[in-house]
């Protein structure tokens, strides 16, 4: 069974970093390819990064430059890296993971990523 847990949301000001992690278990975590969603309330959930099995990496507009996703296979852990975070980043974060080498390349935002973690949430204040 995939499982998928996230954690190191918190609440932090404006202009301050935060590190996101995903552990996941029940597969061979180096053959998905992962991304990071994110939904505030009222409004629908986007994405925000995308790795690939390859490494490949591809970001939203409004967190490039600001934000870094990341994996370490020998830890089966995905990583959001955010810096420079303002109150428009608030937001519950999703992990998620798929049986698929590549995340939907430029349409990777739309991909049907088939497994999701719970979600950690991240609150900035201005």
Known sequence: QVQLVES??????AGGSLRLSC???GYTYSSYCM?????A??????????????????YADSVKGRFTISQDNAKNTLYLQMNSLKSED????YCAADLAPACGGSQWYIFPFGYWGQGTQVTVSS
């Open 8 to 13: 190191g949301g918190g609440s932090v000001q």
């Open 35 to 39: 991304g990071w969603f994110r939904q």
């Open 23 to 25: 552990a996941a278990s």
């Open 90 to 93: 608030t937001a519950m974060y």
């Open 41 to 58: 309330p009222g409004k629908e959930r986007e994405g925000v990064a995308a790795i690939d099995n390859d490494g490949s990496t591809r």
